[in-house]
Nanobody, 133 residues
Framework: EVQLVESGGGLVQPGGSLRLSCKIS?????????IGWFRQAPGKEREGVSC????????YYAAFGAGRFTISADNAKNTVYLSMNSLKPEDTAVYYC?????????????????????????WGQGTQVTVSS
């Protein structure tokens, strides 16, 4: 069973930066997975933020994160990072790490230009990000 543990959330002022980490365990080959992040703000639906295919490092970014967020993976540590810069109050949300086998996603996000909640079977418990002065 794949397990995901997020860390790195917190309170930051507008314009600040945070780096979220997602430690992954319980799988055989890290490179066989697409790993990413969703977020959910109060009263809103979960939305895809970014994801990375560990085999060839293909990436997807939601429009609101392009140019501000960077996703990366450290295979040796089985960890995926989401670096977030120029944070805005509207980035306030619970951020969830997600994972799924590459061959189990019908259309990979870097081809479909979107992330679907139903495409990812493994979810972390989430980490709160609050952007406020």
């Amino acid at each position: 069973e794949v397990q995901l543990v997020e860390s790195g959330g917190g309170l930051v002022q507008p314009g600040g930066s945070l780096r979220l980490s997602c430690k992954i365990s319980g799988f055989t080959f890290f490179n066989d997975y697409v790993i990413g992040w969703f977020r959910q703000a109060p009263g809103k639906e979960r939305e895809g933020v970014s994801c990375i295919g560990n085999r060839d490092r293909s990436t997807y970014y939601a429009a609101f994160g392009a140019g501000r967020f960077t996703i990366s993976a450290d295979n040796a540590k089985n960890t995926v990072y989401l670096s977030m810069n120029s944070l805005k109050p509207e980035d306030t949300a619970v951020y969830y790490c997600v994972a799924e086998r590459l061959d189990a996603v019908p259309l990979l996000p870097w081809y479909s230009a979107s992330m679907s909640v139903g495409d990812f079977g493994s979810w972390g418990q989430g980490t709160q990000v609050t952007v406020s002065s």
